[in-house]
């Protein structure tokens, strides 16, 4: 099995300024290869130069987002992983 490159999220949801990336990485165990997947949730910002920057600091009121977000990465893999399990295995 080739090695993934993984310098580049899956999927990425975005409401405003918040975002939720989708990161997919394989592994073996037990001689099998394992697909995990992570989310990276990130706020970007100006800084006070107007220079474009990342946080996973959030206020109260960006919360809403931030749950949208992630809760729409969760779909994605949730239905990514089912309809992996629905393929059939090759022989």
Do not use: H
Not at 1 to 13: A, D, G, L
Not at 65 to 86: G, H, M, N, P, Y
């Amino acid at each position: 099995m080739s090695q993934q490159n993984n310098s580049k999220p899956v999927k990425s949801f975005k409401a405003g300024t918040i975002q939720a990336s989708i990161w997919r990485k394989e592994t073996q165990k037990d001689g099998q290869t394992v697909v995990r997947y992570s989310i990276r949730p990130q706020k970007q910002f100006q800084n006070d130069e107007g220079q474009w920057q990342n946080t996973d600091y959030y206020f109260p009121e960006e919360l809403p987002k931030l749950q949208l977000v992630i809760a729409k990465a969760f779909e994605f893999i949730c239905l990514k992983e089912s309809k992996d399990a629905e393929a059939p295995m090759p022989a």
